[in-house]
């Protein structure tokens, strides 16, 4: 299993090549909000989904999305952490 930083920083660079082209992935802190603050709508939200499943293995429910686990890196490194771990 990846360590969480590694998490961090694939997720930071997929994020801003994909939602953000004009931003270097440093401009994105772990903590900035991605969905409430529209950097990613809801059809980014599924290629987002998408590209985490893939890179990590693991499968997302509908309930797994909630802005709660998605609206950060913090947010959705956790939620791999949990989902690789086999929690729900």
Excluded: C, H, W
Excluded at 58 to 85: G, M, V
């Amino acid at each position: 299993m990846k360590d969480k930083s590694a998490m961090k920083e694939e997720l930071r660079t997929y994020i801003a090549s994909a939602f953000l082209p004009d931003e270097s992935p440093e401009s994105l802190k772990d903590d900035t909000p991605l969905r409430t603050s529209g950097v990613m709508d809801s059809m980014g939200l599924l290629r987002l989904v998408g590209f985490v499943e893939s890179q990590y293995g693991i499968e997302l429910k509908a309930y797994d999305t909630s802005i709660e686990n998605f609206d950060t890196i913090d947010a959705i490194a956790d939620l791999i952490e949990r989902k690789i771990a086999g929690e729900n």
